[in-house]
């Protein structure tokens, strides 16, 4: 990316963050970083599977019923220090240490190396999961498969990914959306930056 367009989203990035209001309680800044993720959904992709997903989830954050949770964090939210800033982390400094950070039920780790931030438990989202995957640099996220289809969009850190009913791992960047059909096996290897995206799973 060339320093002209660089700045170009850093200071839209720079005016995003000015436009949320310090009023705002918890809940609303957390939606306020839903809605502008699926925007950006909307604007990285024309698949017309991924805007269908993507207006799904924008349907479903219009105004969810929400609920009585407390924050919950992990050994690995230390790291979200050393994520890098870019047109798609949004507002994710101020919400991260608000969310319900649990370990992933794919592998015997703690959430020392990894860690899921579940929105669903926050809000009433309907038939779709929604939350973020938090990889530490130099960490694996195990191969698995599930049923409903699912899209990530890639917020912060470069890393090889295995998508897509692929059975190779291709490098993606911050920006990026991709796409899992049911029961394609997927997983994500982090280079050396820590990962930040956001997935969506629906019907």
């Not at 969310?99 to 809000?123: C, H, Y």
């Not at 498969?145 to 059975?167: C, F, K, M, N």
Request: aromatic fraction near 10%; include cysteine; charge should be negative.
């Amino acid at each position: 990316m060339s320093a002209i367009v660089w700045n170009w989203f850093e200071n839209g990035l720079k005016n995003m963050m000015k436009k949320i209001p310090e009023t705002m309680n918890t809940s609303e800044q957390i939606l306020s970083f839903l809605r502008q993720c699926a925007d950006a959904i909307s604007k990285q992709t024309s698949d017309p599977i991924l805007l269908e997903g993507a207006e799904t989830f924008s349907q479903r954050i219009k105004s969810p019923g929400v609920k009585q949770f407390s924050p919950q964090l992990l050994p690995v939210i230390e790291q979200i220090k050393h994520i890098k800033p870019t047109p798609f982390t949004f507002n994710f400094q101020q919400i991260a240490t608000e969310l319900v950070w649990k370990p992933s039920p794919r592998t015997d780790e703690k959430g020392e190396q990894m860690a899921l931030g579940i929105f669903n438990e926050l809000f009433e989202l309907g038939d779709i999961v929604v939350g973020l995957l938090l990889l530490d640099k130099h960490q694996s996220y195990p191969l698995h498969q599930h049923q409903p289809q699912e899209l990530y969009l890639v917020l912060s850190g470069e890393a090889d990914w295995r998508y897509g009913g692929s059975e190779v791992f291709k490098k993606l960047v911050p920006g990026d959306v991709i796409y899992n059909h049911p029961n394609d096996i997927h997983g994500v290897t982090a280079f050396n930056e820590v990962v930040l995206a956001l997935y969506v799973l629906w019907k």
